[in-house]
């Protein structure tokens, strides 16, 4: 028995050796359309490397804003600096309510927001947050942060790019994989400006309406915790495409859960903005509709305060 449990330690220590190896030069010579199962996006997808970077040393802020592309490219974190609110934008591509608690766990004691603002939306509660758990595990900054990441959303992706991304920054490796994204440009703050374009009617059209119990419960997580830490919870929905809000058939359903979780605000029921005047594509608003929804933000916000 024991040479038995000797032979099967070393079996297993050899194999898991073999996989990271073939892991690591699966993600340095194959294409990435010959490795479905291994995904890194460090530099990419937002800009999430040097947000996380930033992130690290921003502290005691007023405003957190945080969820998907939706709240790094809608909040511009200039607009409420330029009012004398310091703030951070903490947004992700595809960042679902498992990855948000996780963030704001990782953050919250050296940011100790005194509120939190969340976009939320269906199509973003119904995802499974694997697509934002690579984003996130591919540019945390340390391995620990990495593995908090990929716990949000095991998956055999997650881990496969776990290994590549601690293996890529080991060596050194990570700078020259870089593909940072076209027609954005990365602002202080953690807000990301999109060059503007004509409404892209190709883009943005991926709407889902099948809300996840289990970002429901996250989201309820995060209600918790905001509440025990003495700060306040907004729950922002920013509008999208009127006909492609218009196909969800838990738009009433999504509204009802989100008044009972905290305070929301569903900017898709605001006659402010102009379709397709106000937006970038289906689900992204364009420069002018940033301003629009961010300066209704600041109005509501300082009756909040007053």
């Known amino acids: 028995m024991i040479r038995f449990l000797q032979r099967l330690t070393l079996f297993s220590v050899c194999a898991s050796g073999a996989y990271i190896l073939f892991i690591v030069l699966a993600g340095i010579l194959l294409p990435s359309a010959l490795r479905k199962n291994l995904v890194y996006t460090y530099g990419g997808n937002g800009f999430a490397d040097r947000r996380l970077a930033e992130a690290d040393t921003t502290t005691n802020i007023d405003l957190l804003f945080i969820g998907s592309s ?58 499974d947050g694997v697509e934002s758990a690579i984003d996130l595990v591919s540019n945390a900054p340390n391995f620990h942060d990495q593995w908090a990441y990929a716990l949000s959303s095991p998956d055999i992706r997650v881990v496969n790019t776990l290994i590549f991304s601690f293996a890529a920054k080991a060596v050194g490796i990570h700078a020259r994989l870089a593909n940072p994204p076209g027609g954005q440009k990365y602002i202080s703050g953690g807000f ?9 009617a190709s883009s943005g059209n991926d709407y889902v309406c099948d809300v996840s119990k289990k970002q429901l419960t996250a989201l309820g997580e995060i209600a918790r915790l905001v509440q025990q830490r003495g700060s306040k919870l907004w729950l922002v929905q920013a509008p999208v495409d009127p006909g492609l809000y218009g196909e969800c058939h838990q738009n009433t359903l999504f509204d009802s859960l989100m008044i009972t979780t905290g305070e929301y605000e569903n900017f898709n029921h605001s006659e402010k903005f102009v379709f397709p005047d106000h937006f970038a594509d289906g689900q992204h608003l364009n420069a002018s509709g940033v301003d629009v929804l961010n300066r209704l933000l600041l109005q509501k916000i300082e009756s909040r305060v007053r």
């Open 70 to 127: 939706r709240a790094y490219r809608g909040f511009d974190t200039r607009l409420f600096y330029a009012v004398g609110y310091r703030c951070f934008n903490l947004g992700s591509s595809n960042q679902t309510p498992v990855q948000s608690l996780a963030l704001i766990k990782r953050y919250w004691v050296s940011m100790k927001p005194k509120m939190v603002i969340m976009e939320v939306n269906p199509d973003i509660c119904s995802n």
């Open 192 to 200: 990301v400006e999109t060059e503007q374009k004509p409404y892209d």
